[in-house]
């Protein structure tokens, strides 16, 4: 349990009140928007002029129940988002236009997504509160590009004036809380071993049969807390442990939040430029650095690991050879560490068709061989036989769009929080060779992050 006071996001609140207060004086001069699939957007810069910006601190103030948040990988772009202007079904999203509220010219506003796993299936009970908020835009915006940062708002024809002003004021001004946190209580697996080695036996059997060439199996814990669990506060511990990473928070209704740090991207673009990579191979880190370097070398020597990544180059390389016109794959695969776990990664870059929109890739891409197997259809088929989980979000694409530029995850190395619960998920790419023993140490390893929030 860790206790302490809550300390201003931006270094003194100044910076912030005046970014509202500059906000609510433009705010009173935009025009009421009555047209449909319409938003105006106003945006304030703040300079931070090297103060510490913490994103996590000030989502933490903000009402619960619609909080949002995604940082890149390399840590130069962070957005948070409170509030819900415009929720949208992925794709349908391109339809809106975007409306600029004064004078200053406004950056694209970004949409939050988070989408299943498996498209086709309905999320089950567990999941049904997060059946309506797959591609959303939110109310106020936080971001940060590069040293840059702005506060922003989008107002649509379903916008409370009168509430979004509530809203700024109490984020300007944030009552400081003590944050306690619940101790985590590990509960029993899912699933046992002896059950997993079944299930692992059955995947092989259907894989020497020639149905697949990988299927990747997935598990769950489950752990409980005296108390409820605030989601910002667990991602915060999370980053702490495992910083190398996309972050992510996508927050369905209060004490309901599914989050994570997840190593794989799924798409990277900038105007028509996109980026993907295969990642699928694992080893744990090593003990000092001899040994992590070592465990990396195994990996790369490993015809087992090399063939299981092999499935996701191909498989990338064969969608986006059929929508670029120009495409550049690694040679060879390189090693992408982890703080638990270190894996192969080979990247993928491609200069897309302009008729191709990120729904269109995102459809075509997701779920690559690294998450479901190979081949994909087949091994999704397969997955609903022998998975009980209901993955629902897990292993989905989930990131920002915009019209300048998107960035997709895979939601990986993450966990759905649900009041006083946390349920966390991992798997493990099973193909000829493997076995069950070392496919669940292996998911032991990619768990360790969550295990050290319960110690």
């Not at 997060?130 to 590009?145: M, S, W």
């Not at 699933?191 to 036996?201: A, F, H």
């Not at 409820?228 to 939040?257: M, Q, Y």
């Not at 880190?285 to 180059?313: I, M, N, Q, T, Y």
Request: hydrophobic letters at 40%.
């Amino acid at each position: 349990m860790q206790t302490g006071t809550l300390q201003p996001a931006f270094g003194g609140q100044t910076l912030m009140e005046n970014a509202v207060r500059e906000m609510l004086a433009r705010i009173i001069h935009v025009k009421a928007i009555v047209e449909p699939n319409t938003y105006t957007r106003l945006e304030v810069p703040i300079d931070c002029d090297g103060q510490a910006c913490d994103f996590l601190q000030w989502l933490r103030t903000a009402p619960t129940g619609e909080r949002r948040y995604f940082r890149n990988r390399s840590g130069k772009f962070e957005i948070a988002g409170v509030g819900m202007c415009v929720a949208s079904a992925f794709g349908e999203h391109e339809k809106f236009n975007q409306r600029v509220g004064d004078l200053q010219i406004a950056a694209q506003s970004v949409w939050f997504i988070a989408l299943p796993f498996d498209a086709t299936c309905s999320l089950d009970s567990a999941w049904s509160s997060y059946r309506h908020i797959g591609c959303v835009l939110p109310e106020i915006e936080l971001r940060r590009d590069g040293h840059a940062h702005t506060l922003a708002v989008n107002m649509s024809q379903n916008t409370s004036l009168d509430g979004l002003k509530q809203r700024l004021h109490s984020l300007a001004a944030p009552v400081k809380k003590c944050a306690i946190e619940p101790a985590l209580v590990r509960e029993a697996d899912d699933i046992s071993e002896e059950q997993w080695t079944d299930v692992v036996q059955s995947s092989l059997h259907k894989i020497q049969s020639g149905k697949l060439r990988k299927i990747v199996i997935a598990r769950t814990l489950l752990y409980s807390a005296s108390g409820p669990l605030d989601p910002v506060l667990v991602l915060a511990r999370l980053c702490a442990h495992e910083s190398n990473g996309f972050r992510f928070l996508v927050e369905a209704a209060p004490g309901k939040a599914f989050l994570g740090v997840t190593p794989e991207r799924l798409l990277s673009r900038i105007g028509r430029l996109v980026r993907s990579e295969a990642i699928a191979g694992t080893r744990p880190r090593g003990v000092d650095e001899v040994a992590d370097r070592l465990l990396g070398e195994s990996l790369l020597a490993s015809e087992k690991d090399r063939r299981e990544h092999e499935f996701v180059v191909e498989r990338l390389r064969d969608v986006l050879c059929g929508l670029s016109v120009s495409l550049r794959v690694d040679a060879q695969p390189r090693i992408l560490r982890q703080a638990y776990v270190q894996h192969l990664a080979t990247r993928v870059q491609a200069e897309i068709r302009p008729d191709f929109s990120d729904a269109d890739l995102v459809a075509l891409l997701h779920p690559t061989p690294a998450v479901a197997g190979a081949p994909v259809p087949c091994a999704i088929k397969a997955l609903r036989e022998l998975e009980t989980i209901g993955r629902g979000l897990y292993s989905g694409p989930v990131g920002i769009v915009s019209r300048d530029k998107t960035e997709i995850a895979v939601a990986i190395r993450s966990a759905r929080i649900d009041g006083c619960t946390l349920k966390a998920y991992a798997g493990a790419g099973i193909v000829q060779g493997s076995n069950a023993a070392d496919e669940w140490r292996e998911t032991v390893h990619k768990l360790l992050a969550f295990e050290r929030l319960a110690t």
